[in-house]
């Protein structure tokens, strides 16, 4: 049942022009900020070789990629979350997933599951992005790695966050809004923690997805994206019965 | 599937419902027999729509209980609901998706198998009258044709109670003539609950009619006793919602 609502929401998805201007715009921004990388390396290339141990390709173009990436991802969200919950409330069409034999937890999953094979499109193509440079040189594959990696979690967080403001309420613009808020504070609340250690600076989600596009993949970062997804789906599936009982 | 033919497919017993202090249903009773169709009258606001969501599924009672072919909806909701098909009052239609896939979808979604879903959408679509439409966008079919696939996908699963609210809103007299002839057909093998304003509709079509009237039953009785007792229903509907009838009371 999960991969039913899951196909139906990605078959909703690519039958609206939404999901291919959004594919269109964000490749379109990361060739551009991937061609000024590359160029920028191409410039300093001469210097790099006088360094002992300089910074790989991978490093300098790869690595920036990914991180515009996130950003890209984190505006582009609440524009694809507010279609889940809230425009099926606005359409009447959640009736018709609770008058049928799913649980509401197959509702949430199937559609959660729906975004991020979306995301992982993205993710491909950016990826793919990233291989072209194969044609002039060997790139790090583990560095590549784990900045996929650790983009598909932030983008699951995003979509779970995304999820639950969905679920709160039935006008879309609001669970857009309300998502990018969220999301822009998760984003900056480190900025106020100028200590290093500061407890703040965890809860940041850009902050853990650093490690990952610097090669490192920490536990720590781990649990936070796990928890942070599995809170944020408990929550919408909650919510979604809540309504049931409260009406 | 093995239970005899008059047995009880859906039965409510002092099915509640409040909405803070207001109590929108209360203490409603209603059994269905196989190829009984039930005609659910009463005026705007009187509950019928609450009641029926509560019925699906879509809404849980503060009190009471529904049964649907013996399994109780609140316990296992999921058994209960594959055996149900509603049509709410505004057709959930995906208007980005072509009639044969939105049909598929709601088969799937109602645990039809991958083998018999050929014939089911085939079937469906051959009932409601959709052969010719198959491969349009929902949201480029005309309001009769849009009501129609909500009933397809209503009856795609072949379900033993139907629950449709007010399938004729908005149709044409052809097209709302067509609609009642298919609504006889189902209820010759399965429940029917339509919920109604046109009166000549539920007597044409109907073996019984309740009428709801601020959140209670006010009236259970068969077409046939009514036509034997000579009284006409809508004056049976007037003389029990007009007197009562309460001012500033709009949500149905």
Redesign the interface.
Known sequence: ?IF??AC?EL??LF??PLAWTLLALMQLVLAWVFLGRLDAFLEIQSQLVQIANPPGVTEIIVAPVFAMAAVVLLMATPLLTMRLIAEERR?????????????MTDIVLGKFLGLIIFFCSVIVLVVILALSLLAGGALDTGLLLSNAAGLLLICACFASLGLYISCLTAQPAIAAAGTLGALLGLWVVDIAADDADSIMRNFSLLKHYESFNRGMIDTFDLAYFALFILTFLVLAIRRLDGE??R? | MNEPIASATISARGLCRNFGNHAAVCEINLELKRGEVLGFLGPNGAGKTTTMRMLTGNLAPSAGSVEICGIDLLDRPRDAKARIGYLPETPPLYRELTVDEYLRLAAKLHWVGNNSLHSALAEAKQRCGLNDVGRQLIGSLSKGYQQRVGIAQAIIHNPDVIILDEPTVGLDPNQMREIRTLIRELGAERSVILSTHILPEVESVCDRVQIMHQGRMVFNDSIAGLKQSQTSLEEVFAQLTLDKESSGDIHS
């Open positions: 049942m039913t609502i139906k078959k909703t039958a609206s359409n009447h069409t959640m009736t018709f997933l609770i008058s049928a034999p799913v649980s049931r009982l009406g």
